[in-house]
């Protein structure tokens, strides 16, 4: 399909393409099976920039735009989505650093996540109450010399094997400041790891905060109480990359179902010249095309400065639904053939799965557009 965006970021995604296929793809099925994304990896995501999209270079970043960050996750997603889901953990602190940090902390810490030398990690999402705001049970109580923090955090993304987080809390105020934790903080524990059924490469786990000690420098921004603006205006961007990905999940789905279907000969002929196979692809390619286009208007509108919260709810309920549909009829190209352990659709149809759940379910991206749709006059 002609391709819609501007020649440079085209010139970029076609050095990604290169570097992609060229250095991820033959690692993909190993990551799933072992659980682990090599850390060979990262010098050459840093080589091209790719921690620091779409970050300013005053500040360390590549100079990128949302729209470049989008077509480099969906060249990513091509061939190992699973390390776009990694690069998204990364680029969400990164976010929260630039836009809600203290100068000292932002100098401290934001230029090594932009150029990939260190990692951080977010932690929201708790035991029982998921990312329910109103309901943090996490607690952060004032001690000699700073804070002390104690409680639980769950699903948290790539904390096992980084410098720092961002974690969230309640104070005795009922507040809820952000802290920056370094993960060798003493009581500061990465707990079980939990294992998916998707994205498997990725680090998932339990942390534990056993009366963890920050000095008043690890307040985020310097203020106690909820940052509901910075976090309106970070959190939606996650859903940027996220679709990203998807799209390029699509489109090795595609890739891999026409490939099949030229090389399978039934009754004398490749099944490709069958009407039926014609039906399955050309919904495939639709779906794909529809999903690719909504995903660069919503980095567009990100681009703009607009907060794009709704086209960016709009865009992650259509392209993950689409996503997993585009999957299911791959299988269906492929028949029993793939659904057997190790097959490269069976492995994307689980991968799918899990991004309809990451970055808010389709139901909360539903409700998300039904409150747009109640404000319109």
Known sequence: MHSTLPPEIESFRTTVRRMAKGNFRDLAAGVDEGQLIPASVRPLLAEIGAFGLPFPSEVGGSDGSFLAWAALQEEIGRVMPV??????????????????????QVRQWLPAL???????????????????????????????GGWSISGKKMWISNAASVAMGVVYARDPDDGLPMFLVPTDAPGFRVGQRIEI??????????????????PDEALLGGKTGIKTAILRKVMP?????????????????LEEATRYAKQRVQQGHPIIDFQAIHYLIAEMVAALEASRQM?????????????????LATTKLFVTNAAMRVARLAVSVHGVYDIAKGAVVERLLRDVQVFELFEGPSEIQREMVMCAVRDIQ
Do not use: H
């Not at 929260?96 to 000292?104: A, N």
């Not at 567009?300 to 400065?305: G, I, V, Y």
């Open 83 to 104: 390390l776009g889901f990694y690069l998204q953990a990364n680029l969400l602190v990164a976010g929260i650093l630039l836009e809600s940090g203290t100068d000292e």
């Open 295 to 311: 995903v660069y208007w919503a980095a567009f509108c990100k681009d703009q400065s607009a907060d794009a919260i709704t086209e």
């Open 237 to 253: 961007i996650g859903k940027i990359g996220i679709c990203a990905v998807c799209v390029g999940l699509m489109q090795s789905c």
């Open 114 to 144: 932009l150029d990939g030398s260190k990692t951080g990690f977010m932690a929201f999402t708790q035991p029982q109450t998921g990312s329910d705001i109103s309901m943090m049970t996490i607690r952060a109580r004032r001690a000699k």
């Open 197 to 214: 059924m998707g994205l498997r490469g990725t680090e998932l786990n339990e942390l534990e905060f056993e009366n963890v000690l920050v």
